[in-house]
């Protein structure tokens, strides 16, 4: 399905962004920071941020918090648009990708919908 192939170029993303991640500059990574965690969690709590004692987890729980309302879908879209953006030549591994939906549609429960109503993943975490 679409979204099924959706969550598998997803999780090559995010694969590469792992393994280029000493590449990618403070605010680059709070941008692919922000987008994974609003397309693997959803909306963060409003309460919660980290104090000025850490300001790391305070930048990004700020960039996470700046994609408060946007689906869960589309944080996954625009973390791949990121991803090709800054990396014009990257494309998930097209030989594996069926493979890879059929396992990721597995982990995220094969007899619910791939996602909500809302474009949400349908509440279910992405595998790490």
């Known amino acids: 399905s679409e ?30 920071y922000g987008l994974f965690k609003q397309a693997t969690k959803g909306d963060n709590a409003f309460e919660g941020r980290p104090g000025y004692l850490d300001p790391v987890g305070g930048a990004k729980w700020d960039a996470w918090a700046s994609r408060r309302g946007l689906s869960r879908l589309d944080a996954a879209k625009l973390y791949l648009g990121l991803l090709k953006a800054r990396d014009r030549g990257w494309r998930p591994n097209t030989l594996n ?15 619910r919908p791939a996602h909500g109503a809302d474009g949400s993943f349908g509440g279910r975490e992405a595998p790490r």
Do not use: C, H, P
Request: proline content about 0%.
């Open 3 to 32: 979204a099924a192939q959706l969550e598998a170029e997803f999780n090559a993303a995010v694969a590469e962004v792992s393994a280029i991640k000493f590449e990618l500059g403070a605010v680059e990574k709070l941008r692919f």
């Open 97 to 111: 990708l069926e493979e890879d939906a059929t396992s990721t549609a597995a982990a995220f429960g094969a007899d």
